[in-house]
């Protein structure tokens, strides 16, 4: 049995050193606006930073290049192939022919993966991409079990196959949508999607015979999300898509925050490890416990179970968690007084949570006291009112620098 990659998404430097705490064996990064989350670029410097951090704690880092590119963006793809190269980035992503025949020459020293935007859905075309260089294939969501492992049975030996387990899923197939380019004059294919798949929308149907009589569609105050989907978790089936011989298991999220990279990172990677250690004994209940504290929507499996599932719509809309949000994170560790960046609203008598790396159970505190950076002085709450903002306050336990600590949202909190 072997035990896959947990890949986590590095929308930033301090991203990547997160998801590397809680256990990702790799971290995958946009590259300048030549990857599909433009809006989470690392620039050259951060992206050699990162790798090497990486490869001095033996982990590695992909990065992206799988826009659908326009003639004129090919000057600039060469000169970040040849940048990856120098940097020594263990693999690229990539999805469009023109870009992936740029890779093989720029960047002869780097493997290729194919990404998700490619529509990889077939053994034949997993072969076809591995004729034409490709190390890794990363599978369309939209794939069932059974599709997938005809993949893994028909491959050749040597090609990595990757699958996301977790994570929003696109309206547009394997995320190749024109609604957002449609609608924002913001193209999704280029990296800069506005997500109007998850915008609220007030619907209206035209009265039979009576051209402009247009009539409602039933919504509440928000208007009806129809289009957005829940997220997708795959926690429950880890044994199964480890027993498939799955390279690379991948987290959905460049822009998602510090918190929901610890939470879910830690999640998977004790998962993943309690599976291996001992299958008869795996509850995927506990790991699933973790998750719904910081999920914004629901969770579904998509296809992955049953291609008849339609449960996977997300109606409501919801983008906050009404039981959970992120406290803050550890900046500077002390037996009596630590300092902790803060990200939401703290206060005396509020029931906190230590995220602690390689366990699934957090340690649960309430806090007693509250001092102000400046003045050491006691206050009773603070409220984040600028980036970087700290509070000092007493630890139960010894936690290194950046562990996070998640609020608990308790009847009475404001």
């Known amino acids: 049995m072997k035990k896959p990659e947990l890949l986590a998404p590095a929308g930033s430097f301090e991203k990547a050193k997160t998801a590397f705490m809680y256990g990702a064996d790799a971290v995958y990064c946009g590259t300048g606006t030549l990857s599909l989350r433009s809006r989470a670029e690392v620039d050259d410097s951060d992206l050699a930073k990162t790798i090497e951090y990486a490869h001095s704690i033996g982990k590695k880092v992909y990065a992206a290049i799988n826009i659908y590119a326009w003639d004129e963006y090919y000057e600039e793809i060469k000169k970040q192939a040849k940048m990856l190269n120098e940097i020594k980035v263990d693999g690229i992503i990539a999805s469009d022919g023109g870009v992936i025949e740029i890779l093989k020459e720029y960047a002869p020293d780097i493997d290729i993966h194919i990404s998700t935007q490619a529509n990889t859905v077939s053994y034949h075309s997993a072969n076809f991409w591995y004729k034409n260089g490709a190390k890794r294939v990363i599978l369309g969501r939209e794939m069932n079990k059974e599709q997938i492992r005809e ?72 208007g009806t999300y129809i289009f957005s989907s829940k997220d997708l978790c795959l926690i ?10 799955i390279d690379s298991l991948k987290i959905e999220g460049r822009l998602k925050t510090e918190y929901y990279l610890a939470s879910v990172v830690n999640s998977y990677r004790n998962a993943i490890d309690d599976y291996m250690k001992s299958p008869k004994d795996y509850d995927y209940t506990k790991y699933l416990k973790e998750l719904e504290k910081t999920k914004t929507r629901g969770l579904t499996t998509f296809y992955f179970n049953d291609r008849n599932n339609k449960d996977f719509q997300e109606y409501d809309g919801k983008q906050y ?62 409220n984040p ?25 308790i009847k009475g909190a404001i």
Not at 185 to 203: F, M, P, T
């Open 151 to 222: 993949i893994m049975k028909n491959k050749p030996t040597d090609l990595e196959v990757e699958i996301f387990v977790h994570g929003a899923i696109c309206f547009g197939y394997s995320g190749r949508c024109f609604l957002s380019d449609f609608l924002a004059s913001r193209s999704a294919n280029l990296g800069d999607c506005a997500q109007s798949c998850r915008w609220a929308y007030n619907v209206y149907v035209e009265e039979h015979n009576k051209p402009g009589n247009l009539m409602p569609v039933e919504y509440d105050e928000k």
């Open 236 to 245: 429950k089936e880890i044994p199964e898509i480890i027993e498939m011989g």
């Open 321 to 382: 968690n009404p039981s959970y949000e992120f406290g803050g994170k550890v900046l500077e560790y002390s037996k009596d007084k630590s300092i902790i960046e803060i990200k939401n609203k703290l206060k005396v008598g509020d029931t906190m949570e230590i995220l602690i790396p390689e366990n699934i159970t957090p340690y649960e505190f309430v806090i007693d006291e509250l001092w102000d950076t400046d003045t050491d002085e006691n206050v009773d709450f603070v």
């Open 385 to 409: 009112g600028k980036a970087g903002q700290a509070i000092k306050l007493k630890l139960p336990i010894e936690c290194k620098k950046r562990l996070d600590i998640k609020k608990k949202k």
